[in-house]
């Protein structure tokens, strides 16, 4: 369901979440992360994203420490999980979006726990045929993969683009504010 009027791209109104950093640094135990978590919003989901403790020793190669790098994630996910479920409850009904957590150590990052959200679109043949040469040329399993993986690639080559329109978004949603209360 659309909302008209004030923020008018937005969907339905979900408290806000401008405050997400704040309460996770104050809430997260101290020894989990090397510092401040990375957290990023959006209507449906807060994803939690942490440093783990650089892994100490030698490994015979990058595929050792990859492995060794996966393996702390994997470790962290296991003996942090009751603790994790209990924060994400308490902030799932704080700010009424799921919670989805991950790590990450050197250059491993993982994951988990995050969601596939569906999102429905109308797409001309031009556009179709475009999803259809990514499926035939093994790129994507199906067109819906073939969206997701073309949204990802728009994604990291208009961050500088996105970052801009976001920040004229909420300038937008200011001034609004500030209006005549038309109601």
């Known amino acids: 369901m659309r909302m008209h009027g004030r923020g008018g791209w937005k969907q339905a109104e979900v408290p806000s979440a401008d405050d997400a950093a704040g309460w996770f640094a104050g809430r997260l135990p101290d020894d989990w992360f090397t510092g401040a ?50 924060i994400a409850r308490q902030a799932e009904h704080r700010y009424r979006r799921k919670v989805a957590w991950g790590a990450r150590i050197g250059g491993t990052r993982e994951l988990f726990t995050t969601l596939s959200v569906p999102v429905m679109t109308r797409l001309r043949q031009p556009e179709r045929l475009v999803l259809d040469t990514l499926v035939d040329a093994g790129v994507a399993r199906s067109r819906s993969e073939a969206l997701a993986w073309a949204v990802r690639l728009v994604g990291e080559h208009a961050e500088s683009w996105l970052t801009e329109l976001r920040t004229a978004m909420s300038k937008v949603d200011d001034l609004r504010t500030k209006g005549p209360d038309l109601g």
Do not use: C, M, W
């Open 37 to 86: 978590p990375e957290i990023t919003v959006d209507r449906e989901e807060i994803l939690v994203v942490g440093e783990l403790p650089p892994l100490s020793g030698e490994f015979a190669d990058d595929a050792a420490r990859a492995a060794a790098e996966s393996g702390r994630i994997s470790r962290f996910r296991e003996d942090t999980r009751e603790q994790r479920i209990e």
